[in-house]
């Protein structure tokens, strides 16, 4: 439960859930890592919460209930970022809030956490979140390094080669540059597990 | 000739299965078919196949785009030695352009190449002669003042991602040589726009002279002084000197600009030969100056600035217009196939070239992302071609079964 979702059921290259805040916070590993983080923290939380009251949730209104739910802790979560981590926070700006409508909350929440109980829903969701995390780290490192020359905001390709004549990649920075870092992910992990490959 | 056959011959056990190279046979069936027209004929069905077959074909381009090269290289001197003030012979220039174009026409084939010998090998497959055209087309559309291994990183990536993930030549859905430049111009901005990449001022091994400019040296194209002069009353289009910019120099090509596209006398030469053998389609080149003539009129018509104002044969002779109707609106990988599909596909990249010529001064090239942007529209075009053609005949159907 805990590792299957890292490799085997990545949310990310597997599935194919949200991909938009992939693409929209990987230009440097920094604030990757946090968004992968807090997305950990909530899709865990929320699964074991949806856990808890799955048999008093009404089916027909059970999204209403998730949304709430996943609502009220990713406004906790902003809230921190904002006290300890505000520039962090200036640079994810609308992405912490949009984490309510990631696909891989609901997905979540609908698919495991509404039927297990909680402690396998928390697992669940700490895989989820760290499968989603390694991802988004792994896009970044490469958008940070080819784009930028930077690992977490400091600088690792050596000055002489600047004064050689090499210049940052500014196509890395721009979103449809982690489209296709993504696409390399997939195409490595596919061809490591052969069982993934679509005939 | 002879001689090469049997020393062909002669090496082809080696390659050949259960040979000691036998790892290599893709590279050495490239080359036997590049040198001699193969002898295999189709096993299913009746097919009548001449002997030109798509190596042929690509040979044919690359021969048209030799008129633009030779030019490209004499214009590089030119513009080289006027920067510097000095007057060289007709020789000399071209021999200091050579020495400034050939290494991208090298680098670029030799990456290329080599991605799609490797490429071959891996999926055990014939090599894909689709790169022969694309290696010689890329440095044409580059500014001299590139650095090499951009050209380098550019041609693997889009030859790795445009090309072989979708299946190799034949399949791409954009133009490979133009995704080079629209790579390059992405992600790199500072070597591929501005003013200072389109005269080259190095020295070449004690030819020509570095950095030393006379009085009154601008580097910008003359798309690039449009941008700048669109405010004012009228455009006063110059050549690297200030000297203001004739009509007969903008056809003939000489003014700065990327290596190959500037002369439209060049070009014309290579896609008139293209036209005639068939290889390009002469509806979409004609389709593309009218969709050009037809955004630039408007534009004359409405005119608020300078630019606007422009008439469209300055259009036509500027930037990379003509060399983006005849050699890149025309692949016939990804250009629409329908002969009516090919009218609207090459009016829409005459048109939008100019709009985005003279709506977006971030863009002073407008032919390379209007070609990129209808590639991915020439599909949809030939489906409602085809789809309306059916209901046609449909409709021709019911009604002769209704009487």
């Known amino acids: ?199 | 000739m002879k001689s090469l056959r049997n020393l062909l011959d002669k090496m082809k056990p080696t390659f050949s299965e259960g040979g000691k190279l036998s790892k290599l046979g893709s590279v050495f069936e490239g080359f036997e078919t590049f040198l001699f027209v193969p002898h295999t004929t189709s096993k299913s069905g009746t097919h009548i196949h001449d002997c030109v077959d798509s190596k042929r074909t690509m040979f044919w381009v690359v021969l048209a785009l030799i008129p633009a090269l030779l030019f490209g290289m004499f214009n590089t001197g030119y513009q080289h030695y006027l920067a510097i003030g000095v007057d060289a012979g007709f020789f000399q220039t071209f021999f200091w352009g050579c020495l400034a174009v050939l290494p991208y026409v090298i680098v670029s084939y030799l990456v290329g190449l080599g991605i799609e010998f490797i490429a071959a090998q891996i999926k055990g497959e014939e090599i894909q002669e689709g790169f022969l055209v694309s290696g010689m087309i890329i440095p044409l559309i580059l500014p001299i003042g590139v650095p090499l291994w951009m050209v380098a990183v550019a041609t693997a990536f889009s030859v790795i991602f445009v090309k072989e993930i979708f299946g190799g030549t034949g399949f791409n859905v954009l133009n490979v040589a133009l995704s080079t430049r629209v790579f390059l111009f992405f992600s790199y901005p500072t070597k591929m726009s501005g003013d200072s990449v389109w005269v080259s001022l190095k020295d070449y091994f004690g030819f020509g002279q570095a950095q030393v400019t006379i009085n009154g040296f601008t580097g910008a194209t003359p798309l690039g002084q449009a941008v700048v002069q669109a405010s004012s009353d009228s455009l006063a289009l110059t050549n690297v000197v200030g000297e203001p910019l004739t009509f007969w120099q903008m056809f003939l090509g000489l003014m700065p600009g990327s290596i190959g596209e500037t002369s439209v006398l060049a070009i014309m030469l290579g896609g008139l030969f293209l036209i005639f053998t068939g290889v390009a389609s002469w509806k979409i080149v004609v389709s593309v100056f009218a969709g050009g003539a037809f955004m630039a009129t408007i534009f004359n018509i409405f005119a608020v600035d300078a630019y606007q104002a422009m008439p469209f044969w300055e259009h036509w002779c500027l930037g990379g217009f003509a060399f983006g109707a005849f050699f890149m609106a025309t692949d016939p990988v990804t250009a629409a196939r329908t002969e009516c599909g090919k009218w609207i596909y090459g009016f829409f990249v005459g048109l939008l070239a100019i709009l985005f010529r003279v709506f977006n001064p971030a863009y002073p090239e407008g032919m390379m992302l209007s070609i990129l942007l209808m590639n991915l529209f020439a599909k949809v075009i030939d489906y409602y071609v085809i789809q309306s053609n059916i209901n046609k005949r449909a409709k021709r159907a019911m009604v002769k079964s209704a009487k």
């Open chain 1, 1 to 199: 439960m805990l590792v299957n979702p890292i490799s085997k059921n990545n949310p990310v290259i597997v599935l194919v859930l949200g991909i938009c805040s992939a693409l929209a916070v990987t230009a440097q590993l920094k604030p990757a890592l946090v968004m992968g983080l807090s997305v950990t923290v909530v899709v865990a939380f929320a699964n074991v919460i949806i856990s808890l009251l799955r048999n008093t949730i009404p089916a027909r209104i059970r999204i209403i209930v998730q949304l709430v739910v996943v609502a009220a802790l990713v406004i906790i979560v902003e809230q921190f970022l904002k006290a300890y981590a505000y520039e962090v926070w200036g640079q994810l700006s609308v992405y912490i809030g949009l984490i309510i409508t990631n696909c891989i909350l609901m997905g979540r929440l609908e698919a495991f956490a509404l039927g297990n109980r909680p402690f396998d829903s928390f697992l669940d969701g700490i895989g989820n979140g760290l499968g989603y995390t390694l991802i988004l780290v792994i896009i970044a490192f490469f958008r940070e390094l080819l784009g930028s020359g930077k690992l977490f905001g400091f600088q690792v390709i050596p000055d002489c080669l600047y004064e050689a004549g090499y210049v940052n990649n500014g196509l890395m920075i721009m979103p449809p540059m982690a489209l296709i870092v993504v696409g390399c992910i997939i195409w490595v992990h596919r061809s490591i597990n052969k069982d993934l490959q679509e005939k």
